[in-house]
């Protein structure tokens, strides 16, 4: 698996992946990233890539040609490359995005700044776009190193337990269940005793139970489409 990230500033997110499990999957070479700057592309004495809105309007937006030679230089060396922009009007990115695109052999990401990107950039090269939220961030690296970080840890051999990803919150829509570590005692408050006595079995349907309580109190949305989810499953039986 390839990341490339196409941005202004590489050094927001390369830092990233100079420690822990990202780390040493590169290391394992799970999987690689690259980086490639659209100013590397401008022609201009200045190598600017933004300019002023035509029509008016506050604010730059990214220019056009040299977004579009960045992101050519890339198509010409790799045949499948899965074109990702991150945008505040693109559908929220989910786990499911998350486990589907991890079985991408090369995504890039595309990081807008200032105002945006030329519209006609992203009608001919998008693939997909995602947003992480309903707000604003002064640029789309964090967004992309977001959605990177949850893709990748979904690649086989970047957790060190597979398992870890099957009690994670969002499967089955819903949260996940409560946790606790030693000592069985923290000031006076102590897990649930069922925790304690070993009968996996039940552990996990206690799990199960707390995993609903805790989505209904904090996700309600979720809490009802597992409901649903649930009833269907039911009725194919």
Do not use: W
């Not at 999957?25 to 004495?45: C, G, H, Q, S, Y």
């Not at 992101?71 to 990702?84: G, R, Y």
């Not at 052999?105 to 990081?111: E, P």
Request: proline content about 4%.
């Amino acid at each position: 698996m390839r990341f490339t990230f196409i941005t202004l500033f590489e050094s927001l997110i390369r830092p990233y992946f100079n420690d822990s499990i990202l780390k040493r999957a590169i290391e394992r070479e799970l999987f690689e990233i690259d980086f490639v700057n659209p100013r590397d592309f401008a022609f201009n004495k200045h190598k600017k890539v933004d300019d002023y809105k035509i029509g008016g309007g506050a604010g730059l937006l990214l220019k056009p040609e040299p977004l579009s030679l960045a992101i050519e230089s890339i198509l010409e060396n790799s045949q499948d490359a899965h074109i990702i922009f991150t945008t505040p009007v693109g559908k929220l990115f989910r786990q499911n995005d998350a486990k589907r695109l991890s079985k991408k052999s090369h995504l890039v990401f595309v990081s807008g700044r200032y105002e945006g990107i030329d519209e006609r950039v992203i009608e001919k090269y998008a693939d997909e776009l995602f947003s992480i939220g309903d707000f604003v961030l002064t640029g789309g690296e964090l967004a992309s190193l977001a959605m990177c970080d949850a893709i990748s840890r979904n690649i086989e051999g970047v957790l060190g337990n597979t398992f870890s990803l099957k009690e994670e919150s969002y499967e089955e829509s819903l949260l996940e269940a409560p946790s606790f570590t030693k000592p069985n005692i923290f000031e006076n408050i102590a897990p649930p005793s069922e925790f304690l006595k070993g009968n996996h079995g039940r552990i996990a349907a206690l799990k199960k139970t707390l995993a609903l309580a805790k989505t209904k109190f904090h996700r309600a949305d979720l809490y009802l489409k597992s409901k649903i989810l649930q009833r269907i499953k039911e009725d194919e039986k």
